[in-house]
């Protein structure tokens, strides 16, 4: 996908390979870590907290704005 998904960003991606099974329906939920050697972006999602996301999975996402005070 060539970006760094971060703790904290949005991602979009397809549920079928977050839960190994046929369709194209897609699923939404805030990384909350790394999973694995490949270290694949997790997600809290449809109440289970962590489903890894491969890379090739991910469709979208959004970095939260990071505002600064001066």
Do not use: C
Not at 5 to 31: H, M, P
């Amino acid at each position: 996908m060539g970006i760094h998904i971060e703790i904290g960003d949005s991602i979009t991606f397809r549920k079928s390979a977050a839960l190994n099974q046929e369709g194209g329906e897609f699923g939404k939920g805030v990384v909350t870590g790394y999973w694995g050697d490949e270290q694949w972006p997790t997600v809290e999602f449809g109440g289970i907290d962590i489903y890894p996301v491969a890379p090739d999975e991910i469709v979208g996402f959004e970095r939260p704005a990071v505002v600064v005070a001066t």
